[in-house]
Structures are given as C-alpha cells and as structure tokens.
C-alpha cells in the first residue's frame, strides 16, 4: 500500500521538476552561446594580487574575488607573502575544475609594475626574468627586494635596511629571506590582461572616492597619489595612466555624477619615483601648493601606504583624506568581470552566403570596412549576434532583410555588410528623432526572415546609456559643446562601446522572438487531474480517559482536482505508535483507511468528511502528539 502511495508521489514530482529544469534552461542558451569561443573550451578566471602580510590587507581583496558573478570558475591567488593562497594552488584549483583556458587578471594599479613581469614568468608567459632590485616598504619595514635568476630559478630575496650590523632582519616579525617563484605545471592555455591602468570603472571608483570628500561646489583640486615606481623605462606608463585616471574622474562628476562638484584641476603624485629627474610629482610640495586639495590614494586595499606612509609625508599640511582604497567598491569585481570577457568573447557571428555556405563574420571584419569600431559599429554587429542566436538555424543572406532605428552611418555600413546588401537595410526613424536628436528608441532593431516572416527584434537597454548621454551628443554634433564636453562624451563613447561588446547580452538587449503570419493569444489554467486540500490542519481530542472512546471530530478533505481521487493515510511523528493503534478514521485504522472523493466539474471543488475517533488503550496515559498525513491517487 505504502510502495504504491509513495509512487504516485514520485510520478507528480518527478514531473514537476522536470518542467522546472527545463524552462530553467531556455534563457542561458541564447545568452551565452556566443561568449565562449568553442564548444570544448572550458574558462576559468584567474584574479592574480601582490599580496600581503597584513590580512586586513588581503581580507577586502578575496571579498571582491568572491563578487564577481560568470559562470566560470573563479580563483583567486597571491604573488607572494600568503603561502597559502599562491598562484600554483589557484591554478591547480582551476585545472581540477577541468577548464581549458585561463584569463589570468592582474589585480594591480599599472600595467607598468615590475611584478606584471614576475607574474608572467609564474603563467609560463615567459622564460626568464631580469634581476631587479628596488627599495620597498613592507608594513612599516624599509627594505631592498631583489628578483635574481641563478641556477634555473627565480627568487625574490628581502633584506631589511634597518638590520643591524649582521645584515640580518630585526625582530619585527616582517617577511625576510627568500622566496621562490615558481611557474605553474597545466595544460591550460593561459591569457593574461591588462591590470587596472585608466579603465573607466576604475575612473568611477576615483570619482566616487573625491565626491565623499568634496565639500566646496568648486575650486578643489583633486591629488591623486599612486605608489609609482623608481624604474624610469616605466614611470611614463604610471604618470599617463595616473593623469589620465584624474582627468576622468573629474568629468565624470562635473558631467555624469554630479554637476555641482567642478574641481579646479588635478594632479598625479607618486610615493615612489626619482625626485630628481621629476619633482615635479612629489607629494608634499604638489598638496602643500594646491588649492583646497582632495588626496585620494590610488592602492588596491587599505594599509601601511594609505594609513601611514601618505599622512606622514603630508603631516602638517590641511587637505581632505580619508584613506580610502579602490576596494571595498562594487566597480572592481565588474572590472574583473568585463577585462576577462574581453578574452573569451566571442565576437563572430554566422549566416549562409549567396551560394548557401556558411560565412563567418567577425567584429575585425566590420571594422575594417568601416575604418574603426565606434558604439554604433558595436551595437549593430551584437545585435545582429544576439538575433542570430535565437533564430532556428543559420538566417541567410538573401532571405534576410534588417529594419534599424538608428540612421548613422556605423549601423547601416554594419548591416549592410552582413546581409551584403543595401536594398535589404532600411532604416525607419521613431517620431521624434533624426540624426541630431536621438533616443534610447533609437536603438532597435528588426530582423525578418523574408520566406516565414519570423521576426526577432533587439533593443538595447536605457540603462546602458549614462544619464544625459543623448544631449550631449546633441550638443557635440550642433558644435555647441565646450572642449571638457567634448572630452567627457568621448569617454561616455568608450565606455558605452565596451558595455555593449562584453557585458552579457542579456544585461544589454532586450529580445523579442515572433513567428510569422498572423497569431492568436492563447491561455489556459489546467487543472490538474489529482490535487487535494485539507483544511483541516489541527484536531485535538481533549481529554480522554485510558479505556474509553474519544467523541468524534471531523476533518474536512477537499478535491480540487479534475478527477475522483482515492484518498488514503498513514500516521507521521507517531511515539510508539499511539496513534496507529488508537485512532478510527470512519470506523477503520488508520492503515485500512481508503476513500474515494468524487470531482466536482462545475468548479473542481468538492468537500468529503472524515469522522475521526480514538479508541483508547488501557496502557496509555500522559500526552500524545503526532500527524496524519492524507495521500490523494488516481482512483484506477
């Protein structure tokens, strides 16, 4: 009896969850069949930082590896000082994982750190390092890092410069001697990208940061203090990312955050450089002469250099700081996320050509014929990728024809590429709009099979676009705008394009799939063939004396089903099976009870009763909890 109950269970929810999988499964298909650029291929990411000896340190920067949302797996390892956490174990991790391929991202200020060569030569990026040797501060510690290469192995070597007379470290707990680096053992293909350098996001986080501390609406100067190097082969690559990271920052809140911040002017400052040959980025002099100046340090996490190291060279000077460091800040797990899909995007589409074959186009393509890749170029070419995805099968040229929104000159030379075609390309413009005065609804577009009708349209999203994008495009194209205008809309420009190339389609477009020919909406509440209700979820007996029968309660089931159900019960929770023994459902055990409950087609909604008695040993006394539970099946 209990084998065939249980089975009628698992019958009902085995088709439950089937259908829940499988509606799970539609959306992720379209979404990412195009990010992966082959079937077999396996991403994994790796988030490569310096590390520390500090946890508080290294503690924010494993919190924003934890944050960063692909589907792929995510590792994070450190260069040196965590043991614990280094490279090799990350990527060990990730090859038990089975993935093929790892973009490795530098967690790091500049592209132009010494220790981007030190983690390429850990990737297997390269063969052999060059001996370095740098001052540097470890928690407090001054002391002289060496990378040397003797005998097939690199190590980096740390000698404290306040050792005593044995050249030995000082007790003061810091990392000394030596430490190997060792390059990884995988068969992984491995991709390193660009660390932090002027992207964007990292502007944002800047601007962000100089906002908490502004508080003259204008005139403040904004200093912005990275840790630089003493290398001059690449200090030009930390001064031009450093500028350029101010500047953005300061159009960003003058034009997209917040208008009423206008700074007077930014400043790059370096803790580490030759003084000599550039006084001109030395801290103390640059704050002690700016006006109102805002010092904002650009370091990845919180520590000895934003707690220490920056108000000690600035002590005695007035000037806003609060220490803050690029994390904690949600930008930068996105900044992971957008630099490691630049590596694995998949940035080809496919149609059938003229002769039925099929042709690939890819994103190099389009921007070839059109001389450069500008947001239109981008948005033209993943929208027509994204539609592409949704069709049933390949779409082909020819039996294809695009309708666009947008009139620029990036969109039709896109279009009309793919499709190899102007006559299949036309452009209808929402009232309102022209070349001049656009709108987010301007960009959609349809796509139409000629031979079924099947349409796909694409639009892309309004939240991609900064708020005010569109007048000061306007404004830039009537050639009203001011030069920092000008220069703030380019930005906006880059940062649109990238949005558009590399975030997933689903954050970017909006799609809409419709069959050809005309249709019908149709809707339809089942119900199903076995459903029942019991209202009736407590029963007390009261009081009841050993040897006696209970007065009889009733429990109400209700069938809500399209079809009479056999109703049958078992007795759950029941302490030595009082309950079993003693309770009478319509006269009858609990285990012997089995009733039909007809259906009710008028509204599917009928109510049986139940009397329930107990019949009371004379071995029983104290209190007796215990649950019932009714099991509906088809009657047959």
Not at 189 to 217: F, S, Y
Not at 456 to 464: D, H, N, R, T
């Amino acid at each position: 009896m209990e084998d065939r109950r249980f089975e009628a269970i698992r019958r009902t929810l085995s088709t439950i969850v089937a259908i829940t999988i499988l509606l799970s499964l539609i959306a992720p298909v379209v979404a990412g069949a195009y990010e992966n650029g082959g079937a077999d291929e396996k991403i994994g990411v790796l988030v490569v930082a310096h590390g520390s000896p500090s946890e508080s340190w290294c503690s924010p920067v494993r919190n924003i590896t934890d944050e960063v949302d692909m589907p792929y797996p995510v590792e994070l390892g450190f260069l040196e000082f965590v043991p614990n956490e280094t490279i090799n174990l990350a990527v060990d991790r990730l090859d038990d994982a089975g993935v093929t391929k790892i973009i490795a991202v530098p967690l790091f200020v500049s592209s132009h750190s010494s220790h981007i060569q030190e983690i390429e030569y850990v990737l297997g990026l390269r063969d052999a390092l060059p001996r370095t040797t740098e001052h540097v501060t470890v928690e407090g510690v001054e002391m002289k890092r060496t990378v040397v290469s003797t005998g097939g192995q690199c190590v980096i070597s740390y000698i404290s410069l306040e050792a005593g007379a044995d050249g030995g470290m000082p007790a003061t707990g810091h990392p000394g001697g030596e430490e190997e680096l060792v390059p990884v053992e995988t068969d992984s293909e491995i991709a390193l990208t660009a660390a932090m350098d002027d992207h964007w996001l990292m502007a944002g986080i800047v601007a962000d940061r100089t906002a908490d501390l502004c508080t003259d609406p204008e005139g403040e100067t904004l200093v912005l203090v990275a840790h630089g190097t003493g290398e001059e082969k690449n200090f030009a690559g930390w001064v031009n990312s450093t500028s350029s990271l101010a500047d953005q920052a300061r159009l960003k809140l003058r034009y997209w955050r917040d208008p009423s911040i206008g700074l007077g002017g930014t400043e790059a400052a370096f803790i580490h450089h030759n003084e000599t040959l550039h006084p001109e980025f030395t801290l103390e002099p640059i704050v002690k002469n700016a006006t109102d100046p805002v010092v904002v340090p650009l370091m990845i996490s919180e520590g000895y250099f934003t707690g220490k190291k920056i108000p000690g060279l600035l002590e005695n000077l007035t000037y806003a700081y609060d220490g803050s460091a690029l994390t904690p800040h949600p930008d930068v797990a996105e900044w992971i996320e957008i630099v490691a899909s630049e590596e694995f995007t998949y940035l080809t589409l496919r149609i059938d050509d003229e002769t039925g074959e099929p042709l690939d186009i890819s994103l190099d393509d389009l921007a070839a014929a059109h001389g450069h890749i500008c947001p239109c170029v981008a948005a033209a070419f993943k929208a027509s990728q994204t539609a592409f995805l949704v069709w049933d099968g390949v779409p082909a040229r020819g039996d294809l024809e695009i309708v666009s929104a947008h009139p620029s000159d990036g969109h039709n030379e896109t279009f009309e590429y793919i499709l190899n075609s102007s006559e299949d390309v036309t452009v209808e413009l929402p009232d309102g709009t022209d070349s001049v005065n656009l709108t987010v609804e301007n960009y959609n577009y349809k796509f139409i099979e000629k031979s079924t009708g099947n349409m796909v349209v694409v639009s892309v999203k309004g939240g991609i676009f900064q708020e005010g994008f569109f007048d000061m495009r306007k404004r830039c194209k009537t050639g009203v705008a001011t030069p920092d205008e000008k220069s703030a809309f380019k930005l906006a420009k880059k940062e649109l394009k990238e949005k558009i190339l590399y975030l997933p389609a689903e954050e970017v477009f909006e799609v809409e799939y419709t069959r050809g020919g005309s249709s019908t909406t149709l809707t339809a509440e089942i119900i199903p063939a076995i459903s029942m209700t019991v209202p009736t979820t407590t029963v007390d007996f009261g009081k009841v004396g050993a040897g006696m029968t209970s007065a009889n309660q009733v429990i109400t089931v209700v069938n809500t089903g399209a079809s009479s159900a056999k109703v049958s019960a078992m007795t759950l929770d029941d302490a030595g099976c009082f309950y079993n023994e003693s309770l009478r459902l319509n006269g009858g055990t609990v285990g012997g009870f089995s009733s039909v409950v007809p259906s009710d087609t008028s509204d599917f909604r009928y109510e049986y009763e139940i009397l329930a008695n107990l019949v009371v040993p004379d071995w029983a006394g104290g209190m007796y909890d215990g649950t019932i539970l009714f099991v509906a099946e088809s009657e047959s």
